[in-house]
């Protein structure tokens, strides 16, 4: 019994394999770039204004925002890799962590300070920092940790007089300032 042997043909021989490597590009390129493409398609839908925390906030390109699975509680991200990528974060306030004037809050702000300078381990740096979006003046928290001499994490904890939100970032010291930006930026 004569046995018969299917050739494939010669483009099938370049073709399955040419497929196989576009499949891996296109899955490199978005492993490499699939949060500059979140943000890009984010702002192509929603512009370049966010609401958190019933206030209006206005993000730079590579920014984004993100559902955060928690009620009232905004979550703004940054197109960077997911290691100590930055985020801001709005939430709700804790009950009795937000003082009702300028005065108040910013003495609670630099209470804090002070306690964690006292219990410091020297591995990090903790100083006050204010933000002034138009409404109110956010008053930080800033605590700078340095995990080894290539990677820094900086964290802001802010709050504002009367207001029950806390506004939070963490994210590379380098980028401390485009956040502080957008938080100011708060209608």
Not at 138 to 153: F, G, H, N, Q, W
Not at 171 to 177: A, D, L, Q, R, T
């Given at each position: ?90 939430g709700p306030a804790l009950p009795g962590s937000v003082g009702n004037t300028d005065e108040e809050e910013l003495k609670l702000t630099q209470d804090v300070v002070l306690s964690e300078n006292h219990s410091s381990t020297g591995q990090e740096h903790v100083s006050v920092v204010t933000v002034s979006p138009k409404a ?52």
């Open positions: 019994m004569p046995t018969t042997s299917v050739q494939c043909p010669t483009r099938w021989k370049v073709f399955v394999p040419c497929s196989a490597l576009l499949l891996l590009l296109i899955v490199f390129v978005y492993l490499k770039y699939g949060k500059c493409a979140n943000a890009l398609a984010w702002h192509c839908t929603h512009g370049n204004v966010a609401t958190a925390g019933g206030k209006k906030v206005r993000l730079p390109l590579l920014w984004w925002q993100e559902d955060s699975g928690r009620y009232d509680t905004s979550l703004f991200l940054r197109a960077l890799p997911p290691i100590n990528a930055p985020k801001i974060v709005v109110f003046a956010l008053y930080c928290v800033k605590d700078e940790i340095t995990i080894s001499p290539r990677i820094a994490i900086s964290h802001l904890q802010c709050n504002a007089a009367g207001v029950p939100y806390t506004y939070t970032y963490d994210g590379p010291p380098e980028h401390e300032k485009e956040a502080e930006g957008i938080l100011s930026g708060m209608d």
